[in-house]
């Protein structure tokens, strides 16, 4: 079946398959639907999950038996994290995060942040390496990780958090001088260095895609959200 990326709280995985690396996302929780990214390296087996946000029962069984490696979070909000504390504890998983945000999720989960990342830090998924962006204004230390297929033949994938959607940035709650530095670094670090064919998935709701959103910075720049 073809990958769109659109799913609903309870619905099955949509599993998205590249030459070296799987890509399986979830909605949890029906008031937030919040996104969670299982990714696979087909080489070793190795997976690594994007955001552990809630529902840990679900979350687990898509992981399944092959064990948990890596659980990165990409920003520090409540919404993000809520099952990580279980899911580190059933899989002894390592955690990852912005370093800005890793005290904040500590205080709020319990859970000590074992890799604090910066921008240009890699972080590995078995044998596929995820570039850490450093996207702050949602929050300090929000993060986006990029998987580069383009070299075999495919094109960039980039999971963005909370601070791309389809549509515009993330919020930033009436903050002028946040909005700002988050355009700006959406505009640089992202779109900026990324093709249009780059593929982007965000903390909720649905993928988009970088050339369709590109005509439209100015416009979110202009309109302050």
Known sequence: MTYTGDVSVGDAADVRT?????????????????????????????????????????????VGDSGLGTVVTTHQHWDHHRALADVVAATDAEVGAGAPDADAITEQTGVAVGRRVEHGDTVMVGQCPLTVIAIAGHTPGSIALLYDDSPHGGHPHLFTGDSLFPGGVGATFGDAEAFAQLIDEVETKVFGTLPDETWFYPGHGKDGVLGTERPHVAEWRERGW
Request: aromatic share 2%; with cysteine.
């Open 18 to 62: 590249l030459e070296h690396l799987t890509i399986a996302k979830i909605a949890v929780d029906p008031q937030m639907s919040n996104n969670c990214y299982l990714l696979r390296c087909t080489e070793t087996g190795e997976q690594l999950l994007v955001d552990a946000a809630d529902d840990a029962a679900t979350v687990l069984a898509l």
